[in-house]
Nanobody, 121 residues
Framework: QVQLVESGGGLVQAGGSLRLSCVAS????????MGWYRQAPGKQRELVAS???????NYADSVKGRFTISRDNAKNTNYLQMNSLKPDDTAVYYCNANANTPWNRNYYSYWGQGTQVTVSS
């Protein structure tokens, strides 16, 4: 199957920066979309940013101009550069990938275990 491992979360002061990384491994044939979601306490999980294998990106309005998603297709890795962080960005951030395998070309959605991002005021 496919496993996603996130890294790079932590505690930062408002206005600071963090860079999240997500590595996909396993029996991967291709990944069409990779992205980041976040979930704050008492709130629903929401899309933060996504990127296709062709490089097209999509961002939540709340992070436009502050966050940048990028991707290394050869390494099945994506990155989320987060600048000008705000306390409202505090959440658990989850990596997501739509991937298929050599034996099943249907795409399925996979999730990482999540990484905590805490922004202090």
């Amino acid at each position: 199957q496919v496993q996603l491992v996130e890294s790079g979360g932590g505690l930062v002061q408002a206005g600071g920066s963090l860079r999240l990384s997500c590595v996909a491994s396993g029996s991967i044939f291709s990944i069409n979309v990779m992205g980041w979601y976040r979930q704050a306490p008492g709130k629903q999980r929401e899309l933060v940013a996504s990127i296709t294998d062709g490089g097209s990106t999509n961002y939540a309005d709340s992070v436009k101009g502050r966050f940048t998603i990028s991707r290394d297709n050869a390494k099945n890795t994506n990155y989320l550069q987060m600048n000008s962080l705000k306390p409202d960005d505090t959440a658990v951030y989850y990596c997501n990938a739509n991937a298929n395998t050599p034996w099943n070309r249907n795409y399925y959605s996979y999730w990482g275990q999540g990484t905590q991002v805490t922004v202090s005021s």
